[in-house]
Antibody
Framework: QVQLVQSGAEVKKPGASVKVSCKAS????????VTWVRQAPGQGLEWVGW????????NSAERLQGRVTMTTDTSSSTAYMELRTLTSDDTAVYFC?????????WGQGTLVTVSP | SYDLTQPPSVSVSPGQTANITCSGH??????VCWYQQKPGQSPVLVIY???KRPSGIPERFSGSNSGNTATLTISEAQPMDEADYYC??????????FGTGTKVTVL
């Protein structure tokens, strides 16, 4: 069965960087894209960006461009999302999801807390 | 930026029909998905490409999209359908935008 398993919770200081991993199994990783979504406490869903596992192409939300990098490692079927220069506004649960027709399978989420 | 607007809340009685709208400029020209999210859980895709149901999603969930409005319909609503629902549009450049979200209460 399709599964996406994300790395554990992180606590970071303002100005630091965080890298979240998302290990896929149960499908041909290179045949799909991976999308990243975040959700601040008590708030709605916000698209972070997308990466094509088959060629590494990426696209990200305009407000995060320049701070976010998304990569994939096809040898380990793992996607990564790195966010730099963190502020308290980046405190959120970060989700990865397989992109097919929409985001059809989701990881369990990774809580990133930015605190002095 | 492209905005998608949903009503903050919708209430429905068990067994009745709930309609959740999602409004955006010329939204009918884009594909729309709908997600269900229960507290503390990851979202679940319930509708894709405007009106298609993924495997395992009950038939009581249906979707439509035309003009400036997409609609998710929950027929014969059940208490288990109580959740937050988000619409999402994307285009060929794989740019996503999510709606503001709607809290559905079944009571």
């Amino acid at each position: 069965q399709v599964q996406l398993v994300q790395s554990g919770a992180e606590v970071k200081k303002p100005g630091a960087s965080v890298k979240v991993s998302c290990k896929a199994s149960g499908y041909s990783f290179s045949s799909y894209g991976v999308t990243w979504v975040r959700q601040a406490p008590g708030q709605g869903l916000e698209w972070v960006g997308w990466t094509a596992a088959y060629n590494g192409n990426t696209n990200s939300a305009e407000r995060l461009q320049g701070r976010v990098t998304m990569t994939t490692d096809t040898s380990s079927s793992t996607a990564y999302m790195e966010l730099r220069t963190l502020t308290s506004d980046d405190t959120a649960v970060y989700f990865c999801a397989r992109h097919s027709n929409g985001a059809d399978y989701w990881g369990q989420g990774t809580l990133v807390t930015v605190s002095p | 930026s492209y905005d998608l607007t949903q009503p903050p809340s919708v209430s429905v009685s068990p067994g009745q029909t709930a309609n959740i709208t999602c409004s955006g400029h010329r939204l009918g020209n884009e594909y729309v998905c709908w997600y269900q999210q229960k507290p503390g859980q990851s979202p679940v895709l319930v509708i894709y490409q405007d009106d298609k149901r993924p495997s395992g999603i009950p038939e009581r969930f249906s979707g439509s999209n035309s003009g400036n409005t997409a609609t998710l319909t929950i027929s014969e609503a059940q208490p288990m359908d109580e959740a937050d629902y988000y619409c999402q549009a994307w285009d060929s450049s794989i740019l996503y935008v999510f709606g503001t979200g709607t809290k559905v209460t079944v009571l």
